[in-house]
């Protein structure tokens, strides 16, 4: 069973426009969730996090955003660009990611 | 500093055969987490290791096994290796309990073949 879900595999968007990334998870138990971005043959990178005392993290370019109630969380990254193009992976505090969802940025 | 290295990069091994990857995490680092990543399933964790004793473990088979030495460098054995078992294996490392919400840092994984 899929604890946590990132029912989008893939993305696109243009250069420039917003790219918004979901996750649904389950286990309310744990209060921290994280953002993993993997390009390619190399190992995910931690991005960004957020504790349930909030319900927005920014940083830079990326935001994070946690609903609670409806168990949901989303990933802004505004203005996507090239580079940000990549697999971005949900993890729960309970060391359960997502499936990831492939961000493809068009120039 | 250097980031976690993993070795092999790269393997091939055919089925009933057992494999031993190895991992060293940042130094400092306490905790070894290995998760594996198939197309169909996505990054699935298998085990933590933290100060040489296993602390967490996630839903695999007895097959699937690991060790931490006491310079916190790990070891995951796979015994009598399976065609499913063909994954990318991550490891990760972080200060304290990565289940404490601390950042993991990823190493570049361990591709593993098995014919």
């Known amino acids: 069973d899929q604890q946590v879900k990132q029912n989008s595999p893939s993305l696109s968007v243009q250069e420039g426009r917003i790219s918004i990334l979901n996750c649904d998870y389950t286990?309310?138990?744990?209060?921290?969730f994280l953002w993993y971005k993997k390009y390619p043959a190399e190992g995910p990178t931690f991005l960004i996090s957020?504790?349930?005392?909030?319900d927005k993290n920014e940083d830079g370019r990326f935001t994070v955003f946690l609903n609670k109630s409806a168990k949901h969380l989303s990933l802004h990254i505004v203005p996507s660009q090239p580079g940000d193009s990549a697999v971005y992976f949900c993890l729960t505090g309970d060391m359960r990611f997502g499936a990831g969802t492939r961000l493809t940025v068009k120039p | 500093k250097a980031g976690v290295t993993q070795t092999p990069r790269y393997l091939i091994k055919t089925r009933g055969q057992q494999v031993t990857l190895s991992c060293s995490p940042i130094?400092?680092?306490?905790?070894v987490s290995w998760y594996q990543q198939t197309p169909g399933q996505g990054l699935q964790f298998l085990f933590e290791?933290?100060?040489?004793?296993?602390?967490n473990k996630g839903n695999f088979p007895g097959r699937f096994s690991g060790r931490q030495f006491s310079n916190s460098r790990s070891e995951m054995n796979v015994s009598t290796l399976e065609l499913g078992d063909s994954a990318l294996y991550l490891c990760a490392s972080s200060l304290s309990l990565a289940i404490s919400t601390d950042t993991q840092y990823f190493g570049p994984g361990t591709r593993l073949t098995v014919l």
């Open positions: 290791y933290f100060s040489e004793t296993q602390r």
């Open positions: 130094s400092g680092h306490r905790s």
């Open positions: 957020i504790s349930s005392i909030k």
């Open positions: 286990n309310s138990m744990f209060d921290y």
